[in-house]
């Protein structure tokens, strides 16, 4: 049990700092986009590529926040009609709930793989290779997989104490 509160404790440092890596690109994403507009509104005159390095800024902040958002359990939940059920069913809930999630996430990170080794394009404009941004997926994904092992593993504990 030790290993793995030790492995969980990896991974959530891992994860947090893939996200701060995510959010370091806020600012610039924010200060291309105002120029953007800035420029094509006043100047008649958009900055070349500002779209694709939006699109790929914004997919590492997606992608490497859904592990720690995970985490933080920032992710939206609806529980107007399981707030209403017995702790044992919310956890019976939370538990096949879980192992969908993980099922789902499971095919995102195998074709997220698949695709980002196969992918030998390059964007439009700035000749951008598409092949990191693939792999990206993978990668955010097996963080997201790993965080919602841990609740798994947290929610089939939380069952047995019951």
Excluded at 67 to 90: E, I, M, N, P
Aim: aromatic share 12%; proline share 3%; charged share 15%.
């Amino acid at each position: 049990m030790g290993q793995i509160k030790t492995f969980q404790k990896i991974v959530r440092r891992i994860s947090y700092f893939a996200c701060a890596a995510g959010m370091f690109l806020v600012v610039p994403l924010m200060v291309i986009t105002t120029g953007d507009v800035i420029g094509r509104g006043f100047f008649s005159k958009p900055i070349p590529g500002t779209l694709e390095l939006s699109e790929y800024m914004l997919s590492i902040i997606i992608l490497l926040g859904a592990g720690y958002t995970q985490q933080v359990k920032g992710h939206v939940g609806v529980d107007f009609l399981t707030k209403r059920f017995s702790q044992k069913s919310r956890s019976a809930i939370g538990i096949a709930t879980t192992l969908m999630c993980i099922t789902v996430i499971s095919i995102m990170i195998w074709q997220g793989f698949t695709e980002g080794i196969q992918e030998k394009t390059v964007s439009d404009m700035l000749r951008v290779p598409q092949w990191p941004f693939r792999l990206l997926v993978a990668i955010g994904g097996l963080f997201l997989w790993l965080e919602l092992l841990f609740d798994l593993f947290n929610a089939i504990a939380g069952m047995r104490k019951q």
